[in-house]
């Protein structure tokens, strides 16, 4: 939003321009994080533009203030915010124009608070790309170390190696950036490698990388190898990509506690105290439904947020990588009419071939379940109110509990076909980053034997017998319809969008164009792949014991929780009934009924909320993702139900 110039910029810039200049001295640091930030705007601009945005906050908040003081003046009445004793001569005027006072009052309030609100904004925009940039450095650099290695080891100098880097910025995202930054300062401002390095040292929001361009440095000073270096950096990064997973799991470790501690133990002894309250006579329904429906879900999704936030890991789909040797005909012979059409049919196509297979599409973007399941839960709720309508007089909290149901059951609904067909996707791409390891060793092992990567394609199309054996058909098949190797090897890597597969598809085909020493680029890739699988596994296998902790935490609250319902609560209340009966003595006349089915429905949310979201936190912890906790939630949110439903003896709709 801000990273460009505007017509705002330029506004700014002339209304501000001389003020701006006589300051200059001081926005040093904000020109050199704007560097950082890969904000191309020089920071006078960038200061203009933030001037004018924080002018059209002030306005927003002076027309918001006058909205809120008419609002308080005429519907609410407020009384004066504090008394002042006015002569009687002036008191008639005082009163006439008091609201006109306040209104300005809080429209001046709201309106500094809306600009510096806007200089705020501005102010920590640059650290906030600036730290998202970091953090995909640093999580990008071992591999983009690797791609380095391997051209390396192939022959090509170090210019030709970022300019690779550059171009392959799908993959390689914000350390591309970084080397079309040297790239830049070499090709566009005629400088040397070794200035170009230090240049970059000096705007570069990542420290493994400046450490890294620093021992460059030393290599191109000291005239040693520099393919020896970047085989050193890769085996230190991999081992501190390690040590930055242990130390994730220790913090994951804490966090685990901590949940146990404040949304499992601290719920429940709340819920405790409560319901000893209510007994006595002193009921507060209020806080424990606060503790039910408000601190239980929104403190379990924000611990899921905060450890999704610090996962390290990369979750989700591989980017899609461009095909580069398609013929592209000149723009005059390219008959627009004949294009719309073909695109037409095209778009028909993929319309039919996603019907004739919707649940091959679900598997593949399982997030379009909820184009279904939402809507199919939403007409149960719907029909469930219907049936069970809110007459104006009744019990809410009685007629909430009779159509919470068909609200449970919708969101089992929406759960259910997400976490099947996410599981479903799931499965097949952990079988396939699995084997790809053992893929590219076979491909390295062909290729070292003297057969050509074309051939040890077509040799394994035919003698595969792995899951994988479809896709290297499919891409066999391509090259026999002409599709160059490059672009079979491209097509193979979308299909799957794989991060491993992905990176070394792309550093393959650099190989095929410069080097062609494949058989070298295969060994490294594999052993990249490896690694990447190793690391999975040990943090799966350290990170199944935080689900299981989830899982215990969970039995131990429902459990309690129903000992609560079932047991102690009755016992109070039939203990009340019979004191108020007996008349007994101020001993126990402290002891009231309570409203046993009230606290009982309470206490199943309680179990069920504390599934759902338990089960979220349970698949980030175990898998880093949101979307893997569905299959947890599911599972827990109908134990929760279905137990619940069936002991206390509800009706399941």
Not at 25 to 48: C, D, F, H, Q, T
Not at 115 to 139: C, E, H, M, Q, W
């Amino acid at each position: 939003m801000f990273k460009n110039a505007n017509a705002l910029t330029y506004i700014g810039f002339k209304l501000f321009a001389k003020d701006i200049e006589k300051k200059k001295e001081k926005y040093y640091e904000i020109g050199r994080n704007l560097k950082k930030a890969m904000i191309s705007m020089p920071p006078e601009m960038y200061i203009a533009t933030a001037r004018m945005f924080s002018l059209l906050f002030g306005i927003t908040g002076a027309i918001l203030g006058l909205i809120i003081a008419y609002v308080l003046v005429t519907m609410v009445q407020l009384p004066p915010f504090f008394p002042i004793d006015i002569p009687e001569p002036y008191r008639a005027a005082w009163l006439f124009y008091r609201p006109f006072i306040y209104a300005g009052l809080l429209a001046i309030l709201l309106t500094v608070a809306f600009y510096y609100l806007g200089n705020l904004l501005f102010a920590i925009y640059p650290a906030t790309v600036i730290s998202d940039r970091k953090s995909k450095i640093d999580r990008t650099l071992p591999h983009a170390i690797i791609f380095m290695l391997s051209l390396s080891r192939g022959g090509m100098n170090l210019v030709n190696i970022f300019k690779s880097l550059a171009e392959n910025y799908e993959v390689y995202g914000e350390i591309s950036k970084e080397a079309s930054r040297i790239l830049w300062e070499i090709e566009g401002l005629g400088k040397d490698l070794r200035t170009a390095l230090a240049d970059a040292i000096e705007v570069s929001p990542s420290q493994n990388w400046r450490d890294f361009l620093h021992g460059l440095i030393t290599i191109i000073d000291s005239g040693g190898d520099i393919t020896k270096y970047l085989e050193e950096r890769a085996d230190f990064y991999f081992e501190r990509a390690r040590q930055d997973q242990k130390n994730f799991l220790e913090f994951l470790s804490l966090m685990a506690e901590t949940y146990v501690t404040a949304l499992v133990a601290g719920p429940l002894f709340l819920i405790i105290i409560q319901t000893v309250m209510s007994v006595i006579g002193q009921p507060n329904d209020v806080a424990i439904f606060s503790i039910i429906y408000l601190v239980i879900p929104v403190g379990s999704f924000m611990f899921a947020a905060i450890i999704k936030l610090l996962s390290p890991s990369e979750i989700g789909r591989a980017p899609l990588l461009r095909e580069r040797y398609l013929y592209l005909p000149k723009v005059r012979d390219i008959d627009m009419e004949k294009l719309k059409e073909l695109k037409r049919k095209v778009w028909v196509r993929n319309v039919r071939k996603m019907l004739k297979n919707p649940f091959k599409l679900f598997a593949e973007r399982p997030y379009y379940t909820f184009a279904v399941s939402v809507p199919v839960a939403l007409i149960f709720t719907i029909y469930g109110f219907s049936v069970n309508p809110y007459i104006p007089g009744m019990n809410f909290k009685y007629w909430f509990f009779t159509v919470d149901d068909y609200i449970f059951i919708s969101i089992i609904i929406v759960l259910a076909f997400f976490a099947l067909f996410y599981e479903l996707g799931r499965r097949k791409i952990k079988v396939y980053m699995r084997l790809t390891p053992i893929f590219l060793n076979k491909l390295a092992s062909a290729n070292e034997s003297g057969m050509s990567v074309y051939r040890a394609i077509k040799m394994l199309a035919k003698s595969d017998t792995s899951p994988l054996r479809k896709e290297i058909e499919k891409m066999n098949s391509n090259l026999d319809w002409g599709v160059s190797l490059g672009d079979a090897l491209i097509r193979f890597a979308n299909r799957l969008r794989i991060f491993e597969i992905s990176r070394t598809i792309t550093l393959l085909n650099e190989a095929l164009k410069s080097s062609g020493n494949v058989t070298e680029v295969l060994t490294i890739s594999a052993k990249d792949a490896s690694n990447a699988e190793l690391l999975r596994r040990e943090r799966a296998v350290s990170m199944f014991s935080y689900v299981i902790i989830i899982y215990i935490a969970f039995f131990v609250f429902i459990g309690i929780v129903y000992v609560i319902a079932s047991t102690f609560l009755s016992t109070l209340a039939e203990a009340a009934m019979k004191v108020q009966g007996t008349g007994a003595g101020a001993g126990l006349g402290i002891l009231k009924s309570v409203d046993v089915i009230t606290y009982r429905n309470a206490f199943m949310h309680a179990a069920i909320f504390q599934g759902l979201f338990g089960g979220i936190l349970a698949g980030v912890m175990g898998e880093g993702s949101i979307s893997a906790g569905f299959k947890h939630a599911l599972v827990m949110v109908l134990i929760a139900y279905v137990g619940f439903s069936i002991l206390f003896g509800f009706k399941l709709i």
